[in-house]
């Protein structure tokens, strides 16, 4: 799609317009380079959160609250890899936007609803860990499956709601047809008090909502371990109530070693968003890096949880489709 000028030094997305954007230029080489890396690393995280969604999905013993909202994010991060990955590798290569003002306001909801998603759903997963470890007596009247699937349809209606609002009501997408930016681009501008308030809703307040619940929880994961090592020191036999919170500490902290990912991905970004920096190739390479978290999620179930490893060898050696696979008890000798 390359254009040049008559010069051959200036390219422009759109030569036949006199606002086109200016064209980046990048080498043959360099483009394929590229094209291969995003590719593989889209289709590596569209597999992966296939894998786990199959998983929950067909395995009737891990129909639990907590790995329903796994599975909410496995399929946010799955539609992350397989929508969001692909436009915005050919968007970062060809730095032109090729796909029409239309889809250009589309696309800028899908990508605001996914990862709002993102957050809402850890934000859910801490609240179930916080109920597991901290109440872990009432967790089972408190968090049931009717009431997380409500939350989880809660969470898929008001995160579009929300973003459709903000793109379409407020106008804040700039198509490329639009005279205050050049021809062949689609980035959002928003006012000052909207920018506001979207950075403290969309970010900052689950930042902190996220931090606040996990410190609270490795806290209480933290004196039941030392309580049930004192009573192993003293020779005490472990009760069933101290041996399930030992169950619930382990399982909080594996999800929070996932939340922590997740932390870790999106600090640079509330930085660049708290700073209020302007350096497009900073935030690039900070906005991939939050994309590259929705691959990492099923790798820490693979380092995690036992069971995942004998599902995907089910899945792998199409064993889900004998009869009945569905009724496999994949938690045997093992605690979720």
Same mark, same amino acid.
């Given at each position: 799609?390359?254009? %040049?000028? %008559?010069?051959?030094e200036t390219q422009y997305c759109?030569?036949? =317009?006199?606002?086109?954007? !200016?064209?980046?230029?990048?080498?043959t080489l360099e483009s394929n380079v590229m094209y291969v890396f995003f590719s593989l690393l889209s289709v590596w995280t569209v597999f992966l959160n296939l894998l786990v969604i199959i998983s929950i999905s067909h395995?009737?013993? &891990?129909?639990t609250p907590t *790995? &329903?909202? !796994?599975l909410s994010l496995a399929v946010v991060d799955m539609l992350v890899g397989l929508i969001v990955m692909p436009v915005e590798a050919v968007k970062l290569i060809e730095t032109c936007w090729y796909f029409g003002d239309i889809f250009c306001g589309l696309f800028i909801i899908i990508m605001g609803v996914l990862l709002s998603m993102s957050f809402n759903n850890l934000i859910l997963i801490a609240i179930d860990r916080f109920v597991a470890v901290c109440y872990p007596l009432q967790y089972e009247r408190k968090i049931t499956t009717s009431k997380t699937l409500i939350s989880i349809c809660l969470c898929w209606f008001f995160s579009p709601a929300y973003n459709t609002t903000v793109i379409t009501v407020n106008k804040y997408v700039i198509t490329s047809n639009r005279t205050d930016g050049c021809y062949g681009e689609c980035t959002i501008v928003m006012g000052f008090v909207w920018g506001v308030v979207n950075q403290i809703v969309g970010f900052f307040l689950p930042f902190f909502v996220l931090i606040t619940f996990y410190l609270r929880i490795f806290c209480v994961a933290k004196q039941h371990v030392k309580v049930m090592n004192s009573l !192993?020191?003293?020779g005490k036999h472990l009760t069933e109530g101290s041996i399930k919170r030992k169950s619930e500490s382990k399982a909080a902290l594996t999800l929070g070693i996932l939340v922590l990912i997740h932390l870790l991905c999106w600090s640079g970004y509330i930085f660049y968003l708290a700073v209020s920096a302007d350096a497009p190739s900073v935030?690039?390479?900070? @906005?991939?890096?939050?994309?590259?978290?929705?691959?990492?999620n099923p790798l820490v179930y693979a380092l995690f949880y036992p069971w995942f490893?004998?599902?995907?060898?089910? @899945?792998?050696t199409f064993k889900i489709f004998s009869p009945a696979s569905s009724? =496999? *008890? @994949? &938690?045997a000798d093992h605690h979720s």
């Open positions: 799609m390359a254009n %040049e000028t %008559e010069d051959h759109f030569p036949a =317009v006199n606002s086109s954007c !200016i064209k980046t230029k990048r080498s395995f009737k013993k &891990l129909h *790995n &329903l909202l !796994i !192993i020191k003293s935030l690039n390479s900070i @906005i991939w890096t939050v994309y590259s978290s929705s691959g990492l490893r004998r599902v995907v060898k089910h @899945i792998l009724l =496999v *008890n @994949i &938690l």
